[in-house]
């Protein structure tokens, strides 16, 4: 059964970094599909942030391209997210998910931000 | 980009009702259209993919219609566990694009 759990720091200063890690149990991320990062703001909808294939090919939210980073490790089977110069409007819950073509499935549970000084 | 728009944005129901979701796409996607349902603190649930394949596991009185630009899911005689919210998502094309939900309630 395929797992995923994000983690990182929950509380992130504004104009600063953000940076999650999703690990990936139950498959070899080597092994195919793309992966991707969700957000959904605090009660708000579902904002796809991009995506990655195992090969280092990547897609991303045209929104919000200048300031994110999506990156795999094959070794360590997890692929991480980095969003720069973040602000109050970043806060929000990160999830990862596999991208079968289909859809998303599975995701992880997610992890609350908060972009606060 | 492929922008989704999901109608209604709320609904109240009761249980046992049928209801109805829309989804319009802004240009046609075929068939690559999936649907989600969310409960709150949780992640998004897979429910149905190609726009009317249902998830394994997922129960029959779900189901999902269309083509090109319009789509709609149907539960039909809804119980206390689909209260909850539903999204739908294109992926016929990057960027990846979520209708803006629907919020379905107990009346």
């Known amino acids: 059964q395929v797992h995923l759990q994000e983690s990182g720091p929950r509380l992130v200063k504004p104009s600063e970094t953000l940076s999650l890690t999703c690990t990936v149990s139950g498959y070899f991320i080597s092994s195919g599909y793309y992966w991707g990062w969700i957000r959904q703001p605090p009660g708000k909808g579902l904002e796809w942030i991009g995506s990655i294939f195992h090969s280092g090919n990547t897609h991303y939210n045209p929104s919000l391209k200048s300031r994110v980073t999506i990156s795999v490790g094959t070794s360590q089977n997890h692929l991480s997210l980095k969003v720069n110069s973040v602000t109050a409007a970043d806060t929000a819950v990160y999830y990862c998910?596999?991208?079968?073509?289909?859809?998303?499935?599975?995701w992880g549970q997610g992890t609350l931000v908060t972009v606060s000084s | 980009d492929i922008q989704l728009t999901q109608s209604p944005s709320f609904l109240s129901a009761s249980v046992g009702d049928r209801v109805t979701i829309t989804c319009r796409a802004s240009?046609?996607?075929?068939?690559?259209l999936a649907w989600y349902q969310q409960k709150p603190g949780k992640a998004p649930k897979l429910l149905i993919y190609a726009a009317s394949t249902l998830e394994r596991g997922v129960p029959s009185r779900f189901s999902g219609s269309g083509s090109g630009t319009e789509f709609t899911l149907t539960i039909t005689s809804l119980q206390p566990e689909d209260f909850a919210s539903y999204y739908c998502?294109?992926?016929?094309?990057?960027?990846?694009?979520f209708g803006q939900g629907t919020r379905l309630e107990i009346k």
């Open positions: 240009q046609g996607i075929s068939n690559y």
């Open positions: 998910a596999r991208e079968n073509g289909q859809g998303l499935d599975p």
């Open positions: 998502q294109q992926v016929n094309s990057y960027p990846i694009t």
